[in-house]
């Protein structure tokens, strides 16, 4: 035995149901009956809370990857400025403008290794476990063809 139940929709929601249950051929009751049977469903809310796990579980790995990489990135500059400043002496007076110039030179062959770099795709953080390998087997490190 069924009881009835009057239910009120919207209009669009009203043609949604009309035309879905025009493509599969089924009643409008059926649809509905279809719909809210999912709803209350235990197993639609285990459903739905699986995919949403594993959704998170997605996104928790990927911001782990981008702390990773952000980590790795900020340690390599700040040890490269540690080097750099450890290394490099102090210019004298007369010889500012000619390392500026310079400097610029290469602060623009910089930007194109850089550019050439990112439009082919190259990543100094995917180099790097290739990098440890060749130190771990005390072979010679290869430097990045662009920079060559």
Do not use: C
């Not at 623009?108 to 190259?122: A, H, S």
């Amino acid at each position: 035995m069924r009881d009835r139940m009057n239910v009120y929709f919207p209009p669009e929601l009203l043609r949604q149901i009309a035309d879905l249950a025009d493509r599969k051929k089924l009643s409008r009751s059926a649809i509905v009956e279809a719909a809210v049977a999912s709803f209350l469903s235990p197993d639609g809310a285990d459903k739905r809370e699986a995919a949403f796990t594993r959704r998170l579980d997605r996104l928790s790995r990927q911001v782990q990857r981008i702390e990773r990489n952000l980590d790795v990135t900020a340690e390599t500059l700040a040890l490269f400025v540690r080097f750099w400043l450890t290394i490099t002496p102090p210019l004298p007076n007369d010889a500012h403008a000619s390392a500026q110039i310079k400097g610029r030179e290469r602060y623009v062959g910089f930007i194109e290794t850089l550019g050439q770099r990112l439009q082919k795709g190259q990543s100094f953080l995917k180099e790097i476990p290739d990098d440890v390998a060749a130190v771990e087997s005390d072979r010679p490190l290869d430097p990045p063809e662009d920079v060559l």
